[in-house]
């Protein structure tokens, strides 16, 4: 079983920073996928950042390119995704997810785990 568990969310003014954790305390694949989403009231859910688990390559959507950093800890068995300059459009709740095929990691879809989010605001 996939267990995953975000923090690092919170209050924090226009062009700060923030750094959101999601540990997989479970099972975990020899190949796989995480990525970071996020949902914003009254709208879909969106791809932000992902990682392939053992190569650590990394994408990130547009809007967060330069800004947002996706990383992992493969010892820690932990994602992270560092957040700069954060602006209003920023505010959701970020979710973290487990692709366990490394394929389509833009596609909200492709993940079968997710952790139960965690809310980042930004006030401007």
């Known amino acids: 079983q996939v267990q995953l568990v975000e923090s690092g969310g919170g209050l924090v003014q226009a062009g700060g920073s923030l750094r959101l954790s999601c540990a997989n305390s479970?099972?975990?694949?020899?190949?796989?996928?995480m990525g970071w989403f996020r949902q914003a009231p009254g709208k879909e859910r969106e791809f932000v950042a992902a990682?392939?688990?053992?190569?650590?390559?990394?994408w990130h959507a547009d809007s967060v390119k330069g800004r947002f950093t996706i990383s992992r800890d493969t010892a820690k068995n932990t994602m992270y995704l560092q957040m700069n300059s954060l602006q209003s459009e920023d505010t959701a709740v970020y979710y973290c997810?487990?692709?366990?095929?490394?394929?389509?990691?833009?596609?909200?879809?492709?993940?079968?785990?997710w952790g139960q989010g965690t809310q980042v605001t930004v006030s401007s």
């Open positions: 990682i392939n688990w053992s190569s650590g390559y990394t």
């Open positions: 997810a487990v692709n366990p095929n490394v394929l389509q990691l833009f596609r909200r879809d492709a993940y079968e785990y």
């Open positions: 479970g099972r975990t694949f020899s190949r796989y996928g």
